[in-house]
C-alpha cells in the first residue's frame, strides 16, 4: 500500500538560508499535517490543509510557510534559517471521516540539520 | 503546553516482562492514540481508542481510557526486544484534527 512520501530525507543548509521540504500524502486522504520535532522531544503541530486549504495553524514561526498543490501534495519552506530549526519535520496525511481525522499515516521524516 | 503527559520517562524490562505507560491529558478529547518510534525514525500508528470507549486490543497491545481521569494506559504484553522504541500518546480533540503529542516514554526491551 502507497504510503507518505518525504524528500528530502535528509538536508543541511547553513544559517541564513532557505530550505524546501515536500510531502506526498496516500492517494485520496483528504488531510495533510506537519509537524516538527525537536532532538529528544515529542512532534509538535506546525500546519494543516484540508483539501488544498489551510485548515489548522500551530507554533509555526512566521519565518516558515506552507502550501498544498492541485495534486495534493504539500510543501513546507523555510527562510532564515537558524540553528534552533534542526529537526525531525514529519508530514502526516489522513481521510476526515464524520466522527474526526482518525488514525494520522507519518511518513518518514525529513531531518534537517542547520550548521 | 502539551495536551499529553506520559509516564514513566523511561521504562527498562526484561524480554517476556510486560511494559505498562500511562498518558494522561487536559480537555475533552475526540479520540486518544498511540504511536511508537524507533530511534530516528518515522511515527507508527499502532491503536485509536475513541472517547466512548474504555478498552481497546490490539494484537499484544491492550489500551483502555478513563475519561473522567482524563488518562490511558497503554499495556504491551511479552515484550520483545523488537519492543525497543519510544511511544507517545497523542489526542485528537473535538472538530480539531491536529494530534497533540505527549513526551513519550522511552521503553529498552533487554533480551
Known amino acids: 500500500a502507497a504510503g507518505v512520501i518525504q524528500s528530502p530525507r535528509h538536508l543541511i543548509k547553513e544559517k541564513r538560508e532557505t530550505a524546501t521540504l515536500k510531502c506526498y500524502p496516500i492517494p485520496r486522504h483528504d488531510t495533510v499535517y506537519w509537524y516538527q520535532q525537536g532532538p529528544g522531544q515529542d512532534p509538535q503541530f506546525l500546519i494543516s490543509f484540508y483539501e488544498k486549504m489551510q485548515s489548522d495553524k500551530g507554533s509555526i514561526p512566521d519565518r516558515f510557510s506552507a502550501q498544498q498543490f492541485s495534486d495534493y501534495h504539500s510543501e513546507l519552506n523555510m527562510s532564515s534559517l537558524e540553528l534552533g530549526d534542526s529537526a525531525l519535520y514529519f508530514c502526516?496525511?489522513?481521510?476526515?471521516?464524520?466522527?474526526?481525522?482518525?488514525?494520522?499515516?507519518f511518513g518518514p521524516g525529513t531531518r534537517l540539520t542547520v550548521l | 503546553s502539551q495536551q499529553g503527559e506520559e509516564d514513566p520517562q523511561a521504562l527498562s524490562i526484561q524480554e517476556g516482562e510486560n511494559a505498562t505507560m500511562n498518558c494522561s491529558y487536559k480537555?475533552?478529547?475526540?479520540?486518544l492514540q498511540w504511536y511508537r518510534q524507533n530511534s530516528g525514525r518515522g511515527l507508527v500508528h499502532l491503536i485509536l481508542i475513541r472517547s466512548n470507549e474504555r478498552e481497546k486490543h490490539s494484537g499484544r497491545l491492550r489500551v483502555t481510557l478513563d475519561t473522567s481521569k482524563k488518562s490511558s494506559s497503554l499495556l504491551i504484553t511479552a515484550s520483545r526486544a523488537a519492543d525497543t522504541a519510544s511511544y507517545f500518546c497523542?489526542?485528537?480533540?473535538?472538530?480539531?484534527?491536529?494530534?497533540?503529542f505527549g513526551a513519550g516514554t522511552t521503553v529498552t526491551v533487554r533480551a
Open positions: 480537555t475533552s478529547i475526540n479520540n
Open positions: 497523542a489526542t485528537e480533540l473535538p472538530n480539531d484534527y491536529k494530534l497533540s
Open positions: 502526516a496525511s489522513s481521510l476526515v471521516k464524520r466522527q474526526g481525522a482518525g488514525e494520522q499515516f
